[in-house]
């Protein structure tokens, strides 16, 4: 049987996040050994751009192509995806967990009666039941999880699996959904969204500062070095506190929680509600003047040594090396 | 306006997770438990439209007794009265059927609750519901005004936010800085004695996904120190040792 996965747009691209929905998902198929992939997209965007989503395992994607649904207008989105999880007959949906992605699974779990599991981590084991893992108290542990309904879904953490880039292209198929007015009764008013820069929850890599930058005007080093590794900035919660960078790069238990292959953290102590943001990242760089400073503990790779001094040449360093 | 505001009880941020009975059941010895705290966003955020617009705040918690002293301070901070559904929150749509059927019965016309739980970080339980009771539910939501029967609302995207207009009844997912955590001051903790708390039956037994055993990620190996003056080494490990460049 097929898998639908729902994809996420942003630009005129298909999230990066979507397209590891869509390699897990082929995953799946080649473990259960059937069914094809099929992704669902939701509003204007290039066909050329959908069919690219065969890249990473999808065989074919459903094209809502509806203005009405550029905007990721929730109540719309879950009414859409149901309707194409319906049309094609499957019981499997797979998303990337994310802003609007968590918001619609949760209304489709009802409207499909569909048990839903978020943070998957793994694949899941089919051998006696469907048992899922999940990241749970913030990347501190792992539940087991057994979902006991027909319907399923899975919103797959970043980096569960790797990404698959060798497929083919996938052919890209019109879908009619039909949306009623109170599909539409919220309306969205504007978006702000950060444009041509590195989105801190989706990067591969993230520099993050803390105090230890001792104010915003010092931030220019963070930067060269991220722009340097190509990298999102994120930044302590005190940091984001005091006003010295925006609220959306507060990085932590109670701000964005990354999941980058490294993570390189300069001038923060490593307080636990900070490595609760950070702790499923891959690799860990701390770069800190006091050798006490709890992160080192948390760290793959640590230099003891001042921000100030450090980051300039270690910049330089990767220049020459990249 | 009737406002219902959904209180989880949770391990304090700073706690040590670990489990017992055959890594089948959290480990709750020397834990100490606090409202979660996005829902305490959602909490101060509801007693400021609570004391602007007039009407009603109640709390609800999916849980067994132990959860008690932590609805009492939701009442403390300035909750009217509370519900206690009475049974371990089994899974996302199991506390999500409860307290649908409980916001029904009180005709609420908003109902936020934290974007998430910090235990199982689901963030679910608010658009199980909306789904539900036929509301339209928003998550995570980092600005919330209420204008008449309009609300006006920033959610958060990934890089940025969004701003959206809808109609009451509605429900959100709460994140901050949609408002300033309130400390419960003596006279809300005296009070928070008397107020009403109702205990309640759940309405059903069902789960969908719910957890049968835990485990705890291995082991951190030990850091590896590079000299400050070598940096070099750095890029070299991370290159050819981590693979991550």
């Known amino acids: 049987m097929s898998i639908l996965v729902y994809i996420e747009h942003a630009e005129g691209k298909v999230k990066k996040t979507s397209l590891e929905a869509v390699s897990f998902a082929n995953k799946l ?214 006003g010295w960078r925006p609220h959306h790069e507060h990085v932590g238990q109670t701000g964005v929680k990354v999941a980058p292959t490294l993570y390189v953290a300069v001038g923060i102590s490593g307080a636990i509600q900070h490595l609760a943001g950070v702790n499923s990242s891959k690799c860990i760089v701390v770069i800190n003047k006091d050798p006490e400073a709890p992160f080192f503990k948390a760290a793959d790779y640590g230099i003891v040594g001042d921000a100030f001094e450090v980051i300039p040449k270690l910049t330089e360093a990767l220049k020459a090396e990249l | 306006m009737k406002i219902l505001v959904c209180i989880t009880h949770v391990p304090d941020t700073t706690s040590k997770i670990q489990f017992t009975a055959n890594n089948t059941k959290f480990d709750t010895a020397g834990v100490q438990f606090i409202i979660g705290p996005y829902d305490d966003y959602a909490l101060a955020r509801a007693v400021e439209l609570r004391d602007q617009t007039g009407g009603t705040l109640t709390a609800i918690n999916v849980g067994e007794v132990e959860t008690e002293p932590t609805l009492r301070k939701s009442l403390a901070i300035g909750a009217d009265d509370a519900i206690r559904v009475n049974s371990f929150p089994k899974d996302s749509f199991f506390v999500a059927k409860q307290i649908a059927h409980y916001a029904k019965e009180g005709g609420y016309d908003l109902i936020l609750m934290g974007r998430e739980s910090i235990d199982f970080n689901g963030g679910m339980v608010h658009g199980m519901v909306g789904e539900l009771l036929g509301m339209p539910s928003f998550s995570p939501v980092m600005k919330l005004e209420v204008e008449g029967t309009t609300v006006k609302m920033a959610r958060e995207i990934e890089g940025g936010k969004e701003m959206l207009e809808a109609k009451l009844p509605l429900i959100a997912g709460c994140q901050e800085p949609i408002a300033e955590w309130k400390i419960p001051n003596m006279r809300g903790i005296m009070s928070a004695r008397t107020k009403p708390l109702k205990v309640v039956e759940p309405v059903t037994d069902e789960t969908q996904a719910a957890a049968s055993s835990y485990q705890l990620p291995p082991a951190k190996g030990s850091v590896k120190l590079i000299d400050k003056d070598n940096v070099a080494e750095l890029v070299k490990l991370l290159k050819n040792e981590a693979k991550v460049l």
Not at chain 1, 127 to 134: A, E, H, I, L, M
Not at chain 1, 176 to 205: C, M, Q, Y
Request: net charge negative; aromatic share 2%.
């Open chain 1, 29 to 242: 198929t080649a473990q259960t050994g059937e069914g094809d992939v099929i992704a669902v997209a939701l509003g204007t965007v290039d066909s050329a751009e959908l069919a690219s989503v065969g890249k990473a395992g999808a065989a074919k994607v459903l094209h809502a192509d509806d203005s009405r649904l550029t905007d990721g207008v929730i109540q719309a989105h879950a009414s859409a995806v149901a309707q194409a999880f319906t049309a094609i007959g499957t019981k499997t949906l797979v998303l990337a967990k994310s802003s609007l992605g968590d918001a619609v699974a949760a209304r489709l779990a009802i409207k499909l009666n569909a048990g839903l599991v978020s943070n998957v981590v793994e694949l899941p084991n089919t051998s006696n039941g469907y048992v899922v893992k999940r990241s749970i108290y913030t990347g501190k542990a792992f539940a087991e999880t057994t979902i006991t309904t027909d319907n399923k879904i899975l919103a797959v953490k970043k980096n569960a699996v790797d990404l698959k880039t060798d497929g083919g292209d996938a052919t890209v198929e019109k879908l009619s959904v039909n949306l009623s007015d109170s599909d539409f009764a919220s309306k969205i008013i504007t978006t702000e969204r950060a444009t041509g820069e590195i989105l801190l929850p989706e990067a591969d890599i993230v520099v993050s500062g803390g105090r230890g930058l001792k104010g915003p005007e010092n931030w220019g080093m963070i930067e060269d070095l991220a722009k340097t590794l190509g990298a999102a900035t994120g930044c302590s919660k005190p940091v984001s506190d005091i």
